[in-house]
Nanobody, 117 residues
């Protein structure tokens, strides 16, 4: 069953901005670290950003200073604000509920982001 639903992907010009959202319909959101990952055609899936339950964050080196991850524990939603987008940011972006000691990780279905002129 679907528990994570991403939205906000689309086509954007280089240098433009886009915000992705992910709604978690589960019942443990406030306890989970949440992350955004991406996968370009022919490439391995990579971590983009992770936000811990208390709000601390980690970013991949190639998005630092351009992307911001945030969470709203009332709405059970995480966001990825992407600024100064580059063609190499083109990928399917996936939301992930990180694993807890007693619960495995859960992935969303992905949303396509295309950066092109």
């Amino acid at each position: 069953q679907v528990q994570l639903v991403e939205s906000g992907g689309g086509l954007v010009q280089p240098g433009g901005s886009l915000t992705l959202s992910c709604v978690d319909s589960g019942n443990s959101f406030r306890f989970n670290a949440m992350g955004w990952y991406r996968q370009a055609p022919g490439k391995q899936r990579e971590m983009v950003a992770v936000i811990m339950r208390a709000g601390s964050t980690n970013y991949a080196d190639n998005v630092k200073g351009r992307f911001t991850i945030s969470r709203d524990n009332v709405k059970n939603t995480i966001y990825l604000q992407m600024n100064n987008l580059k063609p190499e940011d083109t990928a399917v972006y996936y939301c992930k509920r990180e694993a807890l000691a007693t619960q495995g990780a859960i992935w969303g279905q992905g949303t396509q982001v295309t950066v092109a002129s």
